[in-house]
């Protein structure tokens, strides 16, 4: 499979959540271990360090790699956005 121009095959994935990039570890292995780590302690977002906000979070991550998660997430995305412009529209 030949490099796409402009394209930097070593570089860390990133992700951007509320405008801040974050890399990604390089390692596949590391990047599906870090989202089932975020989500599994979400579940127990009722302690005082863990919170909730870990398990989308981790579904984020896990979206990088998986296309089961990533079309969840996109599907979420776009209900999201329809969802602002029929509030918008009744504004």
Do not use: N
Not at 62 to 85: A, C, T
């Amino acid at each position: 499979m030949a490099a796409q121009p402009g394209r930097d095959d070593d570089a860390a994935p990133t992700i951007t959540v509320f405008g801040r990039t974050f890399r990604l570890p390089r390692s596949r292995g590391l990047r599906v271990g870090l989202g089932v780590m975020l989500i599994v302690l979400g579940i127990f977002g009722f302690l005082p360090v863990l919170g909730f906000w870990m398990i989308p979070l981790g579904l984020l991550v896990l979206s990088y790699e998986f296309h089961l998660v990533r079309r969840m997430r996109r599907r979420g995305i776009v209900h999201w956005e329809r969802r602002k412009g029929r509030r918008k529209r009744r504004d």
